[in-house]
């Protein structure tokens, strides 16, 4: 899954669906290229405009050239360097409007591709060295972010890297399509792309390049006057580093900010506001709830803010490590004692804001992420980059997702707004729902009143509002899905089936060759015919509860796989086998078996049922092929592996586990029972008891999930149909499903999704045997997340920042997910796949 900020790439096109960046409507800020001369032609491909002389044929790979530019200069940029290619022959691509060149050096920009303008593909060296001189000179003295992939050319906005021409994929490590480069041999290898300047080690430094490369030496032995200990956060604007100072011993953090870099859509960069932050720290010395500040030093061209250290955890960690919500057991004393610690928490954080007040500045982006709680208990506020004074008209008000003021609030107001919104999140942390409708505010109200004991005096939390204001303003039922009122018996399955398909299909785009449905954004990484996060998921999810799948869309996903990269991998969930299961379903055996054939295997690495061999074969015996799907549970179950890296039913040794049960369940042999129960045990030792007396798997630190995706009930699921198979008594395998059971009756979970939200742990329920009561209440919660549209339900996707038809966090799985709690149907992983 995309990081938070990657994520909000995908979030500027579109304010429903995740989106791709070159659905943003541009087209007044497209740049106007020079009449190119005859042969050459011009094509608009995503965010790029490409020029290629007709009938030239650029090599799969080699030394490529990347030109930065600010907005302001692009033009002349563009004007000049179309002018030398244009003379040389030699094709190039540049970013299509003004608009994506701010957003390809933004804050949240992933930072290897961060700041590329144009990029130009030399034939051959000798024409690389000849462009490298003449571009450099005549660009020399522009301006331009730093692309960190790449080595830089002098005082000019030219950067080298090697790497591939056109795009190449071939499955990774772990099965997962990975961009590759071809070494001399004739073999892959990943084409890394990081943020440092690299080569392959097979490849020859040109000459031109050999001064650049010692100069960049010689820059990088010059560092800031401090010893750096720790990297604790990295953007495209730059890192937050942990340091001491070598004069006193003192721990101190350091705050970089790049040049013309993390530009913001008010138009600064890093540098500025990192500027604005110390002139605010500097005005705010003397308040405790305020970082000390040390100084502000340029080196190698960027800023180092040097500030007091505070000890102390994130509110968003200490939130985390002490909601009582994600505790089975948690008792009504357990509740208020959390309720006094928010209310001291806020009432700290509210001292702060005042006393920045009355030095006449606003705080200006109050979320989680920037409240440090010292050891005693007291709230200091930390990255004052948007603090501006209180008389400021148009100062910038950045927000956070969910916890964004009202524009017309003054300075002063919008930090206390963004207070009570905080103390809501602090309650349930899902105020992102808020923004996908205003109405979500007065259910995470009401859910907050009914669930803590507040002081008969205290105010009820969060926004000040009426609730039937509210509903009545925005037309929100007296329960926010009625289908899933939590107070019936049973939810009404038929209505919600409609409700949600309804959804799905008003997000139909079959006119669109990328995606038919809108998903995560790794539809668009991945492709859209892929079971995780494209067609093939949604259509196999409708096919499974029995709705009519339009033929338009069976077409729509086969050509959409014919047209897939075949040697890309993916395994089930990003590749062509998930596809091929699905197509089969829908009556293409034939096209499946194509399909299917033409898929690129999974290394020996990748063993998972997600992107490794287990979900190959568990397809292959879907398919028909023992003979295939036999090979490849012999080689799970007879190769040696180390403890493994992760547990769960996507990428842990519970895929493997569900091969050797289909295999077992085909042949009647009980050596697959034997290698299923091997593998189960595996994963069984990455998870614990917790307190509560729930079964979850431990990830790193003091993390424990139970998702059906990455945590104990996908699991349990493949333990429970081992148990049903085995036919005999296993204390072991019975106590760990009585614990996860019990875990996924968990009240508070963020994400409504079935891999790693409440649908799954409402799947989980219905097939670990719970009581109906415990199975529908957990689906009935579903209400807290989804969003009514005029008759249909929408279901927010990962993160919550946008809505979501596909199966691993959207509609699609609900839809499964629900089938399963809601109907008599028998419940197996590879139904809530849409696999059996």
């Given at each position: 899954m995309p990081d938070l900020q990657t994520s909000q790439l995908y979030c500027l096109a579109d304010r429903r669906y995740y989106e791709a960046l070159d659905q943003l409507a541009d087209a007044d800020a497209h740049f106007t290229l020079p009449e190119a001369p005859g042969g050459w032609r011009c094509l608009a491909q995503g965010i790029w405009t490409v020029l290629t002389p007709i009938d030239h044929q650029p090599p799969e790979q080699g030394w490529k050239i990347h030109l930065a530019a600010l907005p302001a200069e692009a033009p002349s940029t563009l004007a000049a360097v179309s002018g030398i290619c244009f003379a040389a022959g030699v094709p190039f691509k540049f970013l299509r409007s003004a608009d994506m060149l701010r957003i390809m050096s933004a804050t949240h920009t992933p930072r290897p591709s961060s700041g590329k303008f144009l990029t130009v593909y030399p034939a051959d060296e000798a024409q690389f060295g000849k462009l490298v001189e003449e571009l450099s000179a005549a660009l020399k003295g522009r301006r331009g972010p730093?692309?960190?992939?790449?080595?830089?050319?002098?005082?000019?906005?030219v950067h080298v890297?090697?790497?591939?021409?056109?795009?190449?994929?071939?499955?990774?490590?772990?099965?997962?399509?990975?961009?590759v480069l071809r070494g001399p041999s004739g073999a892959f290898e990943p084409d890394e792309?990081?943020?440092?300047?690299?080569?392959?080690?097979w490849a020859t430094v040109p000459d031109v390049l050999v001064p650049h490369m010692a100069a960049?030496?010689?820059?990088m032995e010059s560092g800031p006057p401090y010893v750096v200990r720790d990297a604790l956060h990295f953007t495209n604007a730059g890192g937050v580093y942990l340091a001491d100072d070598i004069r006193t011993g003192d721990r101190l953090v350091l705050r970089e900010a790049r040049p013309h870099s993390g530009l913001d859509p008010y138009g600064a960069d890093a540098q500025e506001r990192l500027r604005r932050e110390y002139a605010t720290l500097r005005r705010l010395a003397e308040l405790p709830c305020v970082?000390?500040?040390?100084?502000?030093?340029?080196i190698w061209g960027h800023l180092y803010l040097a500030e007091e250290y505070v000890e102390g955890e994130t509110l968003l960690h200490a939130v985390i490590a002490r909601t009582p919500l994600v505790h089975v057991g948690h008792t009504r004393q357990d509740l208020a004692y959390y309720v006094a610690w928010v209310d001291g928490v806020v009432g700290s954080i509210r001292e702060a804001l005042a006393a920045v007040h009355t030095n006449g500045m606003a705080f200006g982006d109050l979320h989680p992420g920037n409240v440090i709680i010292r050891p005693d208990g007291t709230a200091a506020l930390i990255d004052f980059e948007y603090a501006a004074p209180l008389d400021e008209p148009d100062a910038p008000r950045p927000g956070a997702a969910g916890l964004t003021p009202p524009a017309h609030l003054t300075g002063a107001e919008a930090d206390l707004h963004a207070l009570d919104m905080l103390r809501l999140w602090m309650l349930l942390p899902m105020t992102e729902l808020r923004d996908r409708h205003p109405g979500k505010a007065t259910t995470m109200v009401r859910l907050a009143i009914d669930r803590f004991p507040f002081p008969a005096e205290e105010p009820v939390p969060g926004p000040d509002a009426d609730e039937n204001a509210v509903r009545a303003l925005f037309g929100i039922p007296d329960h926010d899905a009625g289908w899933l009122d939590g107070s019936a018996a049973r939810p009404d399955w038929p209505a919600l089936r409609r409700a949600l398909t309804a959804g799905v299909?008003?997000?139909?785009?079959?006119?669109r060759t990328d995606r038919l449905f809108p998903g995560a954004p790794e539809v668009f990484t991945y492709g859209g015919h892929t079971l995780a996060h494209g067609a093939a998921g949604v259509l196999g999810a409708l096919h499974r509860i029995g709705e009519p799948v339009p033929e338009t869309y069976t077409e729509w996903l086969l050509t959409a796989a014919r047209r897939a990269d075949a040697n890309a991998g993916g395994g089930l969930f990003h590749g062509l086998h998930g596809t091929a299961s699905v197509l089969a379903d829908l009556g293409r055996r034939e096209e499946a078996l194509e399909l299917a054939d033409r898929a690129a295997e999974p290394p020996p690495s990748a063993r998972g049922l997600a992107t490794g061999a287990a979900g190959v074969g568990i397809v292959q015996l879907k398919l028909g092929n023992l003979t295939a799907a036999l090979r490849i549970g012999e080689r799970l179950a007879d190769e040696p592996v180390d403890p493994p890296d992760e547990a769960g039913l996507l990428l842990g040794a519970s895929g493997p586990a569900l091969l050797h049960l289909a295999l077992h369940q085909a042949t009647g042999?009980?050596?697959?029972?034997?290698a299923s129960r091997a593998a189960l045990a595996q994963d069984m030792s990455r998870c614990v008891t917790r307190p509560d007396g729930t079964v979850q798997v431990q990830r790193s630190g003091e993390r424990y999930l139970v998702y059906l995706g990455m945590g104990s009930a996908g699991i349990a699921m493949v333990a429970h149909a081992y148990l049903a198979a085995a036919g005999e008594d296993d204390p072991e395998i019975t106590a760990f499903v009585a614990g996860t059971r019990l875990a996924c009756t968990n009240l508070f979970v963020r994400e409504p999704g079935l891999l790693q939200g409440r649908a799954g742990l409402a799947a989980g329920l219905a097939a670990l045997g719970a009581p109906r009561t415990a199975v529908t209440a957990q689906a009935a919660r579903l209400a807290w997340h989804g969003v009514h549209d005029s008759g249909r339900l929408l279901i927010p996707g990962a993160q919550m920042l946008r809505f979501s038809a596909d199966l691993a966090t959207g509609s699609a799985g609900?839809?499964?997910?629900?089938?399963?709690?809601l109907t008599d149907t028998p419940v197996s992983p590879l139904s809530l796949l849409a696999l059996d």
């Open positions: 730093y692309i960190l992939s790449d080595l830089r050319i002098g005082n000019s906005p890297r090697y790497g591939a021409f056109r795009p190449r994929y071939r499955p990774g490590p772990d099965g997962v399509p990975t961009p792309r990081r943020p440092v300047f690299r080569t392959p080690t960049r030496e010689n820059d970082p000390q500040v040390f100084g502000l030093h340029e299909h008003s997000a139909a785009t079959p006119e042999d009980t050596q697959w029972l034997r609900v839809l499964l997910a629900l089938h399963a709690a």
